[in-house]
Structures are given as C-alpha cells and as structure tokens.
C-alpha cells in the first residue's frame, strides 16, 4: 500500500503561513535589523539536559566518516556573528531537536531568533510584544499585555516561593500535581510545576512574559545584578503554550564554560549522551560578545494562535512522520 503523500496542512494554511513569515521579515526591515543565515550541520551539540541535539554522519570516501550534529537553535552561530563585529541581526530558520513529539512539538519546526545590541531586557520583550502584534493581527491587539516575575507567578498559582521553599515541600507539591518520579533535584521539580501546573494557565486572553527564572536555570543568561538568585531571563506564554524564550546574553566566557560543564555532569548523572563543547562560541565570547538581548519564538505554534489550531501537525506541511 502507498503511503500517505499529501500534506497535512491546507492551501488555505500554507497561505497563512507565508503571510506570517512576511510580516515578520517586515517588522525586522523597518528596524534595521539583518537578516543571516548559518549552518543547520555544527561540529558540536548542545549541552542543555532538556534538549537533545540529532546526530548526523557524513560518509567520506577519502577517510573515516564523521559525526556532525544538527543544530538546535541558530545561537551559539549568530553569537559567533556578533563577536565578529555584526550588528543587530536576526534568522528564519528549521530546527531539530531529538525526543520532542507532541500536540506542539515536531522534531523538525521553524524558530524566529534574533539579537539586538545594547538594549535592556525589558526594551526585547516590549519588542517581542510588537511582533507578536503584528503577526497575529487582527486576533491579537485586544489582548492585554501581563509582565510577572517567576516567583511571583509561583506565589499566585500555589503559594509557593521557589527561591526559598523547601525540597520536601516542592517535592510534596510535585507529587500533589501528578509527578511519579521518587526523587528529583530541585530543578526538576521546579521545571515539572511549571510545566505541568503553571505554564498553562498562563497568558489566558493575553501575553504574559514571566522573567527571572532561577540562577540555576538561567543557561546562556546573565544574572540579575540586585538579585543573583535569578536570571536575566524571560518566557512568553499566550493560551497556556509557552512561545518565546529570552536571555540577557551571557558574555563571559568561564562563567559559560563552567555551566557547559555542569550541564555535562548533570547528563551523565541521568544517563544522557555527553559528548564536547562547543568550542568555536566558547572562543568568541572570549574575544568579547557586545551586550546584547537575544530571544527565540516559536514560528509554528504563533501560527497556530493565529489560526486557532489545536495541533502543530495542522499548521505544518509534513510533520516528522511525513517528512
């Protein structure tokens, strides 16, 4: 039997899609911000226990073959841009990431990130803000626009005080929301009730950005001067569904490294691939990253709040299993 050929979403959908893409490349133009291009092959993966890079072996008739990764995200390559001496810059791009299958997860999906240079963290959301605006009018200008801090977010949603509570207490709230894991770090536990209990209650009928995220989940993040507890670091939710991720970029090369490192140790700890780290971005934030703010949206899940999908396989031409 022939299998499935067609395309799961609609003429009508397609349509949509490159009416968003437009809008964005649009709204990136009247700012002066370039658009670039890098490499979806990279010589190294990433080292986020949440996040798993796809390998991929390239044959060579001459020698030996080799494994290259795919990239996760266009980060650590626009940074090395930036380093380089690029100004304002942004991408359009697909992305694979391993293990992520879902209502709004697809292997492969489009990710819109971008990095300006010598603007605040608030300046970036104010602008995420516009482009979500844009992209999702006329559906989206009557929503209201929310900014919550994380622990004020874990306060209101249940009582609780993420930088202080105890482990016993996060472990205990955990289990209350449905974790069946015995043991967990406090990461872990904090992570699964965001995601499980908080994340989709958040930005109901409007665009809530929470940020400082704790000091250890703060990844490629600096830390809040006034507070190190926590990171120059937001997320955006609209209708329950997490669409953005944003950082005061972290420039100094040890402290990066030392996360890299940690991160490592933390994947061995639970049995994951530890390969490398990336070396060329560890380089050039040590010839020196400019202060900069960076942020990754979700193409596809914006695109389906704009259209009202349920599903990411509705929004997209062929998901992972007909790719």
Known sequence: MTADWRPTASAAMLKRRADLLSRARAFFAERGVLEVDTPL???????????????????????????????????????????????????????????????????????IEWYRRGISLDALMEEVDALLRRML?????????????????????????PFSVSLAALA???????????????????????????????????????YGYPASQAALARLQPAEPR?????????????????????????????????????????GLRAA?????????????LPDCCGVALGFDRTLMLAAGAECIDDVLPFPIERA
């Open 41 to 111: 092959v990279v010589n190294a993966p990433v080292t986020d226990v949440h996040i798993h890079s796809a390998r991929v072996l390239f044959e060579d008739g001459a020698g030996p073959s080799r494994t290259y990764f795919l990239h996760t995200s266009p980060e650590y390559a626009m940074k090395r841009l930036l380093a380089a001496g690029a100004a304002d810059i942004y991408q359009i791009c697909h992305v694979i990431r391993a293990r992520e299958r879902g209502r709004l997860h697809n292997a492969e999906f489009t990710l």
């Open 137 to 161: 009018a006329p559906a989206g200008p009557q929503r209201p626009t929310e900014r919550i801090s994380y622990r004020q977010v874990f306060l209101r949603e249940l009582a609780i005080d």
């Open 172 to 210: 205990q709230a955990a289990r209350a929301a449905g974790l069946a894991a015995e043991t967990s770090t406090r990461d872990e536990l904090l992570e699964f009730l965001m995601g499980a209990r908080i994340g989709p209650q958040l930005g109901r009928g409007r665009l809530t950005f929470v």
């Open 230 to 270: 926590a990171a120059e670091r937001f997320e955006l939710y609209c209708e329950g569904v997490e669409l953005a991720n944003g950082f005061h970029e972290l420039a100094d090369a040890g402290e990066q490294r030392a996360r890299f490192e940690g991160d490592l140790a933390e994947r061995r700890r639970l």
């Open 276 to 288: 490398g780290l990336d070396e060329r971005l560890l380089g050039a934030l040590e010839a020196g």
